[in-house]
């Protein structure tokens, strides 16, 4: 079964310094894996995903994930925050549903980002 | 902008009331699903439709009825809940393929009384 790990529920950064959000996942095949950010009362966006092809996904707002196979992992990161990054960031990995013709999505539990000014 | 609409945005409603929670999206896509988030806590999954049938049924109480009466429309017909059913409500949708993303609608935000 797969599973995701979200390290941190919560991380502080000051505007513009390097934002961090750890994601590790389990999984028994391939995996595919999002980010998503929620801010408040809002549903979620997504950020970026990996699929195949190049581990070093560049999303929205300046995100970026890499995929690290030996390491299980797929790491948030932007290099300089903004206020506006001030949100929940939940990192995801698609599991198949019944039937083979849809799937869900497992998510972690989530890392509430703050930036201060 | 969400391409997937939610309405209505709020709803209070009583323990013995009936209510309908809406959801509609134009993008195609031919899997939609409901999501129950509760604050601080991911969303979890309740109920998937694909291709206007329901596939997924996480264990939901019968309290909680889902219909898609076509490909773009979802709704979640609630009646006799509990306060501990007041949650953010989700709808998505995708096109129902592995590695293809979800796309979520903005939540109602439910409140029993």
């Known amino acids: 079964a797969q599973s995701v790990t979200q390290l941190g529920s919560h991380v502080s950064v000051s505007e513009g310094a390097l934002v961090l959000l750890r994601c590790n996942y389990s999984s028994s095949v391939p995996p595919y894996l999002f980010w998503y950010v929620q801010y408040p009362n809002q549903g979620l966006q997504l950020l970026l995903k990996y699929t195949t092809g190049a581990t070093l996904v560049k999303g929205i707002n300046g995100f970026e994930a890499e995929f690290k196979k030996s390491e299980t992992s797929f790491h948030l990161t932007k290099p300089s925050a903004h206020m506006s990054d001030a949100a929940e960031y939940f990192c995801a990995v698609s599991v198949p549903g019944s039937g083979g013709s849809n799937y869900k999505l497992t998510f972690g539990k989530g890392t509430l980002l703050t930036v201060n000014p | 902008d969400t391409e997937v609409t939610q309405t209505p945005k709020h709803l209070v409603m009583g323990m013995t009331n009936k209510k309908s929670l809406k959801c509609e999206q134009h993008m195609g896509h031919r899997a939609m699903y409901w999501y129950k988030q509760k604050a601080k806590k991911p969303p979890e999954l309740m109920f998937v439709y694909s291709y206007e049938k329901l596939s997924i049924n996480e264990s939901v109480p019968s309290r909680f009825s889902p219909e898609c009466p076509n490909s773009s429309l979802l709704n979640l017909h609630l009646h006799a809940l509990q306060p501990e059913d007041s949650a953010l409500y989700l709808c998505?949708?995708?096109?129902?393929?592995?590695?293809?993303?979800?796309?979520f609608g903005q939540g109602t935000r439910l409140t029993v009384v």
């Open positions: 998505a949708s995708s096109h129902g393929k592995m590695g293809q993303p979800i796309s």
